[in-house]
């Protein structure tokens, strides 16, 4: 008995300085079986950090772990959004989230958090890098615990010298009511073109930051200047200007990948296990079931979904037929490759957003494990992920050699200080849109305009552009 409360007091202790478990990494490495292997060493539960895992329904697609997998773990913020709702973002994830392990904290518990939706578990993690919208779009600051020894002082000084001060400032959030209803009716009325239109009017900056089609990003930010009279532009600056830093500072990062070319396989007979345990009468049932009141820009354009569209357009009785049948084999093909390409881009992700800029911003600690042997990945790998999280909760530094190298790995090594980004511009030159007139294409990035440039296609324009122009 005694035993029992000293290890509940034990973990309350440890529980004060409010450690933090992230598990992240691409689809299809381990991700959601880590997570529960640590929350069930730790006294722990999982916050889901996944865009789909969210709503309800849709349990094979967005392979969510069953009740058997969960093996009695709590899971948080997962199969509880009406799927109607295209509203859900990542402020209302954040305020969610953070709600949860505020909750899980004051129980002696430890949070882990484990999704591959990369600005999700960004918008958790950092302070003060989003633009809000909770009636008057402004910026909130962190909790006083949350800030590093001295950031406080400093947002101080800088709202002095502004003739504000932190208290006057949370008077103006909780006093500013605004009514986006009807704006946002508005604008979900606008056709994309015109929406964008309206961007590059109001909002140059943002505007050429993003691509013309990501209809959902477009109208946020001319949703904000609507609401607020500034550009949504000059709101990211005054984020950055704060020198935001880690929310908690005591974060531990796993991120999870495979060799690629395992990984494509892996995901591709995924897809395989989704038909045999039953995705098409699932996508049929939910299809059904709302696609009289889904919208286009929502929902049906997410991966697992926006793949199928076609096939489920058809009749009950069409889907039965050959071409049924061909249009569904089309779905699995093509979300087989998107999931592959998704897998790429969460690689690039922790590569650019974390990595690159170890430079300019503030890192948690962060271990890279490697999940390509499968046979091997709870006899082998989690036990190794187990130890580092042993000695991070025990205020230990973690001894990365301690650890086997066939599984685990520090990210930052493979980053010289050649790759390092020490430039803060970057983040802006990184999503810059290009137009090219040769090839009448815009190219989103400056790493895909240097390639785009590179190109065989580009060249072969622009060299018949050349010799139209000397005829």
């Known amino acids: 008995m005694l035993r029992s409360v000293l290890r509940q007091l034990y973990r309350r202790i440890r529980m004060n300085d409010k450690p933090l478990i992230v598990v992240g990494g691409c689809t299809g490495t381990g991700k959601s079986d880590l997570g529960i292997q640590v ?14 895992q969210i709503y309800k329904g849709l349990d094979i697609v967005t392979n969510k772990v069953t009740d058997e997998e969960m093996d009695g773990i709590p899971h948080h913020l997962m199969s ?23 909750d899980i904290w004051a129980r002696g518990k430890l949070p882990v958090i484990v999704g591959g939706t990369a600005y999700y578990v960004e918008g958790v993690i950092y302070c003060d890098n989003l633009v809000k919208a909770a009636n008057a779009l402004r910026v909130f600051p962190c909790a006083p615990s949350a800030f590093l020894p001295g950031r406080r002082a400093k947002m101080d000084k800088q709202l002095a010298a502004q003739g504000k001060t932190r208290n006057s400032e949370l008077a103006t959030l909780s006093s500013g009511f605004y009514e986006i209803t009807e704006i946002r009716k508005r604008l979900e009325a606008m056709s994309t073109d015109d929406l964008y239109a309206k961007l590059q009017e109001v909002d140059p900056v943002s505007a050429a930051q993003v691509h013309r089609n990501n209809r959902f990003r477009v109208m946020r930010a001319v949703e904000i ?15 950055g200007a704060m020198d935001t830093g880690l929310r908690f500072p005591k974060t531990l990062m796993f991120h999870l990948d ?11 007979k995924r897809i395989d296990k989704m038909v045999a345990r039953g995705l098409k009468a699932e996508l049929e049932e939910f299809y059904d079931q709302y696609k009289s009141r889904l919208v286009d820009h929502g929902i ?26 061909k249009k569904f084999a089309a779905g699995n093909a093509e979300l087989t490759l998107h999931t592959i390409q998704y897998a790429k881009k969460q690689r690039l992700w922790f590569r650019q957003r ?3 800029r170890k430079s300019i911003r503030e890192l948690p600690t962060v271990l890279a494990l490697d999940s390509s042997i499968a046979s091997n990945f709870f006899t082998e790998l989690v036990p190794e992920a187990l130890k580092a999280v042993s000695t991070f909760l025990d205020n230990k530094p973690i001894d990365i050699s301690a650890l086997n190298p066939a599984y685990v790995s520090d990210p930052l090594a493979s980053i010289d200080a050649e790759t390092a980004i020490k430039e803060p511009g970057y983040a802006k030159r990184a999503n810059a849109i290009h137009v090219c007139d040769v090839c009448e294409i815009e190219i989103h990035g400056e ?19 050349k010799l139209e122009q000397v005829a």
């Not at 959004?81 to 392990?101: C, G, W």
């Not at 200047?225 to 984020?239: D, L, N, W």
């Not at 979904?305 to 049924?324: H, N, V």
């Open 354 to 356: 974390f990595l690159k």
């Open 80 to 102: 509880f959004h009406d799927p109607v709702d295209s509203k859900y973002n990542i402020t209302r994830f954040q305020e969610a989230a953070l709600k949860v392990m505020e």
């Open 39 to 52: 929350a069930k060493k730790f006294n722990g539960e999982v916050i889901s950090a996944d865009s789909m």
């Open 225 to 239: 200047f609507e609401i607020t009279g500034k550009p949504k532009s000059e709101h990211i600056a005054a984020v």
């Open 258 to 268: 495979s060799d690629p070319a395992v990984l494509d396989e892996r995901l591709g």
């Open 300 to 325: 049906l354009q997410s991966i697992g979904i926006k793949e199928y569209l076609p096939y489920l357009a058809l009749s009950p009785e069409e889907r039965k037929t050959e071409l049924g049948e």
């Open 447 to 465: 790493n895909g305009w240097t390639a785009h440039l590179a190109g065989k296609k580009h060249k072969h324009f622009a060299k018949r552009r």
